[in-house]
């Protein structure tokens, strides 16, 4: 047995029609019975870097009792022109954040996930303290357990006042060891109130990338190594319909 934990978070491969582009972390939310994945804006569309992808691949696992068993799953990002996926602002700008919504019957029939829901959403910001120790889901770089499919974790800790917007923005930092591919990685907490249940974490936010100081000295100083989360409430936003 695994934790289910591990079955939250999807390798992403983004393409421009055939053409291999860039490695990052989703992970899987559910409203209402409507699945979504989550990563982070940035692995769908970059205009600064000049990344614009046209689909992503998802990688699934295709038999509970043999996680060597999976397979690649195809998901446009476009339709009629317009992108699949929601994304959102608020005061500061743009949010780091991106969902799509996926066709359950476009899966394998088999497929094993793992959800997060809304009720994995912390409801009291206070039980997050400064210090908590929380993990980070992903594939560092690509890496993974090739064999069984599955991510690693990073261990963290939360490294601003939670529930406070980091210099007006909408995250939180993370004190941890990260990557490129990590982007879009579930940043969870465990909940010791929940234990027993099939995922007893808290999702606390979804991680977008290193936060570094423009005036770095890059010859005598190293990087902070901290990271932004941003808040996960804004999956509740995210997940809603859009208007027919």
Known sequence: ??????????????????????????????????????TSRHVLIDEPSMHFPNRIQIELHTQAADLARSAQHSV???????????????????????????????????????AFTPAHLPSDERAVEVGSSVLILGFPLGFHDTLHHLPVVRQSVVASAYGMRFQGQGFFLTDARTHRGTSGAPVVMRDHDADGEPLPWLLLGVHSGTLDM???????????????????????????????
């Open 1 to 38: 047995m695994i934790d289910t934990l591990l079955l939250t978070a999807t390798r992403i491969a983004t393409f421009e029609h055939d053409r291999p582009l860039t490695h990052a972390t989703g992970f899987f939310f559910e409203v209402e019975e409507r699945l979504y994945l989550v």
């Open 76 to 114: 446009m990002l476009y339709e009629d022109g317009k992108s699949r996926w929601q994304q959102g602002t608020d005061a500061a700008g743009e949010i780091d954040v991106a969902v799509l919504e996926l066709d359950r019957a476009e899966l394998p029939p088999s497929a094993v996930i793992a």
């Open 214 to 244: 423009g005036e770095r000295d890059l010859t005598k100083d190293e990087s902070l190594g901290l990271n932004c989360t941003w808040y996960a409430d804004i999956l509740l936003t995210l997940s809603k319909r859009r208007p027919a």
